[in-house]
């Protein structure tokens, strides 16, 4: 990771100034799960709209650990061939800071029979826990055993067996390892209280086009009669816009942006979030793939309450750049992380910063607002909240630092570059000899 490089941000002082248009590209939680579906396939996979970001190079290496070919090109392509894979252990080294890692088990304990992981790493956003995993692979015939740190996944007889898993919290990484698992298994896999989220869906629409069938996509009940090992035979699998990357630059247009367009979108992905803003006073304008906010004059935005949920939910994900606007809302506004424990860390950052923060417990705050962010030297926690910091940096008074970059760096690609075209000043700035990598133009 990265993490010896920081940002400098310029702050707006609350003046709407970003103008022009910036691209959404391919949604992390959606490319990684696909790079692991490809160990399902008896040929070549080809990934478009993948995003130049660390999380994807992370799991690269990890199927490349594991024996596969993995070929990016320079437009946003990846090729993976799996046909030679036959390694079934999941490198502790990479794992331990990924958490999608997770993921890679469904397809290598159907296709080998075993499978050998360490506790998945990710952000550390709370207790992350994998009991759903471990319950959902004894339900289909394997034996878990941990030792030395690595948990011990053995298929009877070497194949699993269809089976009826209930989960007893909606995860999404739970839904689509065992959705995954259950294309190679032997009989028919009932998944029941699943995800519902987009990235899901597309990963299984393209699965059955390759050969699976799988009913109840989008449903809390999934079910796949598995099967032999699936064939691309040259179908491309195209990565959806990342909603999360979408919705994060929503939220900056509607506090520092005069006329800004949000293209390559999934607006229809965005529902809660747009609603949201919109009752909080925001003016968008919804395209078919484009989200626009334009900014005449100061618009107020009201103070509202903030509730994560799974999807069709406001999404985790936002829950820290959503905080960063209701610094800037008038009247009180409660926010609620109802999926994990450990996610507003960020909202001590933002007091710092001049905000009126009132942290109640582990899940809820209360933001009283508006208040003018001041300029701060901040430390990103994991990859949402620093782009919060980036927003909150953007919004305030004077220059913000932003350190662990590598965090961002996880899940958002060439984000200095992105804002800068928007009219930001931001730079990157390599801690070791103090080298300038980006500069904005002057505003
Ligand atoms: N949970 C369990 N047991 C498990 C697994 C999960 O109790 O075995 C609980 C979690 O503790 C949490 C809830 O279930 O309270 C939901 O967590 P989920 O499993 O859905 O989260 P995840 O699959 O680990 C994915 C995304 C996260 C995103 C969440 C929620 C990936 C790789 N990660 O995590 O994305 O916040 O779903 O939408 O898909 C990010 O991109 O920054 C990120 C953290």
């Known amino acids: 990771m990265k993490t010896e490089e920081r940002l400098e941000i310029e702050g707006l002082r609350g003046r709407r100034f970003l103008a022009g248009t910036v691209k959404v590209g391919g949604a992390k939680n959606a490319v990684l799960k696909m790079m692991s579906a490809t160990i399902l396939f008896a040929d070549r ?50 794992s331990k800071k990924l958490r999608a890692s997770i993921v890679l088990t469904g397809p290598l304990l159907a296709r080998f029979g075993r499978v050998s992981f360490p506790h998945p790493g990710g952000c550390v956003i709370g207790r992350r826990p994998i009991d759903l995993f471990l319950a959902g692979f004894e339900a289909l015939g394997a034996n878990v055993t941990l030792k030395n740190d690595l948990y011990e996944i053995k298929a009877k007889n070497g194949q699993l067996i269809g089976a009826e898993i209930f989960f007893k ?14 294309v190679l298994a032997k009989g028919k896999t009932v998944l029941k209280n699943c995800a519902l989220e987009p990235e899901i869906i597309s990963l299984g629409e393209y699965l059955k086009k390759c050969g699976a069938k799988i009913s109840g996509l989008g449903t809390t009940t ?48 965005l529902t809660a979030v747009i609603d949201f803003l919109r009752e909080a006073g925001a003016e968008i304008i919804v395209g078919q793939n484009f989200l626009r906010v334009i900014n ?54 933002l007091e710092q910063m001049g905000a009126k923060v009132k942290l109640l417990d582990a899940h809820r705050a209360i ?77």
């Open 45 to 94: 996979v080809k990934m478009t709209n993948v995003p130049e970001i660390e999380d994807v190079r992370r799991t690269a290496e990890l199927l490349v650990d594991l024996g596969a070919e993995v070929s990016f090109s320079g437009d946003h392509t990846c090729d993976i061939d799996t046909t030679n894979l036959t390694k079934t252990v999941i490198t502790p080294e990479i």
């Open 367 to 443: 933001i009283n607002g508006p208040n003018e962010l001041h300029s701060r030297e901040l430390f990103s926690p994991d990859l949402r909240a620093g782009l919060a910091y980036i927003i909150a940096g953007l919004v305030a008074k004077g220059r913000t630092t932003v350190h662990n970059v590598g965090y961002i760096d996880r899940g958002y690609e060439n984000i200095e570059g992105k804002l800068t075209a928007l009219g930001a000043k931001i730079k990157r700035i390599h801690l070791e000899n103090e080298t300038i990598c980006h500069f904005s133009s002057e505003n």
């Open 169 to 182: 919290n909606q995860s999404v990484t739970a839904t689509e390892t065992f959705l995954l698992a259950g």
């Open 222 to 269: 999934i079910e796949i009669e598995g099967g032999a090992r699936l064939h691309a035979k040259g179908k491309i699998y195209h990565t959806i816009p990342d909603r999360i990357e979408a919705g994060s630059f929503l939220i900056l247009a509607t506090l520092a942006g005069k006329d800004v367009t949000i293209a390559d979108c999934e607006p229809k992905h």
């Open 296 to 349: 005449r004059k100061k618009p107020k935005l009201i103070a509202s309450d903030l509730k994560t949920h799974e999807y069709p939910g406001f999404p985790t994900d936002l829950q820290a750049p959503m905080s960063v606007f209701l610094t800037q809302a008038v009247g009180q506004s409660f926010i609620f992380e109802t999926i994990f424990e450990g996610r507003l860390g960020h909202l001590e950052s």
